[in-house]
């Protein structure tokens, strides 16, 4: 990844957006854990206020397709921990609950991370590999979700199997310990000072 600005800080707060065909279809303010330049930790803490689409009522939705309406969420009951790779299609997480119990390593594909002036941007592809907090075993995530995407011209079944041939390179990538799953990510806790970070002014509006 080539900054467009100095290394972030731990601290800073990044705007991580997910864009597809111009259209922003989430947002959420991160704060930087670490910046190697071509990896970036991003934390996320209960209570982060977030913008994704909802329906045309302005509820939450599952229906990614047809969902249009922007609508504020809050993030509870879980922190997490976002590692974001150059060239990856792919972000890895980390997932606490608010007792500090580890949950798992959650691997969300999508598009390759690209920096702004103001952050981060991506677009989540929908399908997701949970993989067990000891990284002996994993299962898939939301493949119903992505078939709904391929019938209404979303996705494609090509896309599919390559995220599935990418993804289980990733499985064994953990079982074996490769990076980021060589780094003692799961004992990563918060500066007590941070609060949930809110969205920059402006959010929406943006450039790139």
């Known amino acids: ?11 800073d707060i990044a705007l991580l957006r997910h864009v597809r065909e111009g259209v922003l279809r989430w ?8 910046d190697r330049g071509d990896m970036a930790a991003l934390a996320t803490l209960p209570g982060t206020r977030y913008v994704t689409l909802g329906d045309e009522q302005g509820n939450r939705t599952r229906d990614f397709v047809n969902a249009k309406t922007p609508i504020e969420i809050t993030w ?11 060239g990856d299609r792919h972000a890895t997480l ?9 949950l798992c390593w959650y691997i969300n594909f999508e598009t390759p991370i690209r920096r702004t ?6 677009m989540d592809l929908t399908l997701d590999m949970l993989i067990a907090p000891d990284r002996s075993r994993w299962q898939w995530k939301d493949e ?5 995407g391929i019938e209404h011209g979303w996705y494609t079944r090509e896309l599919l199997d390559e995220l599935k041939a990418y ?3 990733i499985a064994e990538e953990a079982r074996a310990g490769a990076p980021p799953f060589d780094e003692p990510w799961h004992e990563w806790r918060p500066d007590p000072s941070w609060a949930p970070p809110p969205l920059p002014e402006g959010w929406h509006r943006l450039p790139g």
Do not use: I, K
């Open 144 to 148: 119903d979700e992505f078939e709904y």
């Open 27 to 34: 947002a959420m303010a991160t704060r930087v854990v670490d």
């Open 76 to 86: 509870t009951g879980t922190y997490a921990l976002r590692l974001v790779r150059e």
């Open 94 to 102: 980390l997932f606490w609950d608010e007792q500090w119990n580890f």
């Open 117 to 122: 002036t103001f952050g981060f941007e991506s």
């Open 1 to 11: 990844m080539v900054s467009n600005r100095t290394p972030w800080q731990p601290g």
């Open 167 to 169: 993804g289980e390179a």
